[in-house]
């Protein structure tokens, strides 16, 4: 088991990576103290993983509930997000409760932006079952909901009180699930890490097959470089973190034209980074052969490497959103 340090004063916090993790969360997290725990999730992993975390927490919360919310990006709004404030209402939760986002993106961020608004703010854990969310979206404390305007518009930074990536979830993982989240993996070696992108560029056919030791070190080193990064510039006011949305700008206006779901995230940041790396190759920042090594990468992630036509004018508003 590795450990990465979020080094945000009293807001720091650490990710747990390794694995076989999920049903031992009590032996050495130090977890917030309540009556109550609850684990929001979704139908799709919660035939995989609820009953073992629920059986884990019992020995911390006198009551453990679920939530099971429904799956995919186009679930990421309002209505969702009120099942798990109606739930915690129903049960008498009070500010004591501690939420466990069990999922993927979706469920991170649903679970924090509950955790941020419900009574104003009680404590939460992320513990992510997918790639994306093991090297990204479940470190740093962006959480949010979708608007129909624009993704990710609505919500908070609020930082969970740890980070338990369990890799052995990424053995269920669907290949297409697998890709997306090979996606943001390779954004890290573009953004900061050099070395990390020669090392991805060695090792993509063992990250394809899910080695588990070369899994687990793209994913400690994807929460270094975050955690770097989430330090310096915890809530993008000196343009630090701006790093981490390379190709975000061109991919969120993919996902909103598309309709949410039909993209998935990390291929749309894909896409992104592509027309990104294009776009600096015509300003002559970088050389062309740099292009050429970032879409054999991304090719070889099994990921897509072309955005769909939207039109000039329909991608220009939604990059203004």
């Not at 309540?34 to 684990?39: A, E, F, L």
């Not at 997306?180 to 573009?190: C, M, Q, S």
Request: charged share 20%.
């Amino acid at each position: 088991m590795e450990r990465v340090s979020i080094d945000l004063g009293d807001r720091s916090y650490e990710v747990w990576i390794g694995a076989d993790l999920l049903g031992q969360q009590g032996s050495y997290v130090d977890l917030p103290s309540s009556s109550t725990g609850v684990i929001v999730t979704n139908t799709t992993v919660a035939p995989l993983y609820a009953e073992r975390v629920q059986a884990a927490l019992a020995a911390r919360h006198a009551r453990v509930l679920q939530v099971v919310l429904p799956d995919g990006e186009a679930h990421k709004d309002w209505p969702t997000l009120n099942l798990i404030f109606d739930a915690l209402l129903e049960a008498g939760c009070d500010r004591k409760t501690v939420l466990y986002a069990l999922g993927g993106g979706v469920v991170g961020d649903l679970t924090g932006f509950a955790a941020a608004s419900y009574l104003r703010g009680v404590p939460f854990i992320q513990i992510p079952t997918t790639l994306l969310a093991l090297v990204d979206s479940s470190v740093g404390g962006k959480t949010a909901i979708n608007h129909p305007r624009g993704k990710n518009m609505i919500g908070a930074f609020y930082q969970p009180q740890a980070v338990i990536a369990d890799t052995s979830t990424l053995d269920t993982l669907p290949q297409r699930e697998l890709s997306a989240g090979l996606a943001e993996v390779i954004k890290y070696g573009l953004i900061r890490d050099l070395p990390f992108f020669d090392w991805l560029e060695e090792h993509m056919d063992e990250l394809n097959a899910r080695a588990p030791s070369a899994m687990a070190y793209a994913v400690q080193r994807s929460c270094e470089n975050k955690a770097a990064v989430v330090a310096a510039d915890e809530r993008e006011e000196t343009g630090e973190r701006a790093l981490l949305n390379l190709g975000h700008t061109f991919g969120h206006a993919i996902e909103s034209g598309m309709g949410y779901g039909n993209w998935l995230h990390g291929e749309a940041v894909a896409a992104g980074m592509v027309v990104a790396a294009r776009l600096s190759h015509l300003m002559g920042l970088i050389r062309g052969d740099d292009v050429g090594r970032i879409v054999a990468l991304l090719e070889r992630a099994r990921l897509p490497v072309t955005i769909p036509d939207l039109g000039l004018e329909k991608y220009l508003h939604l990059m203004g959103h």
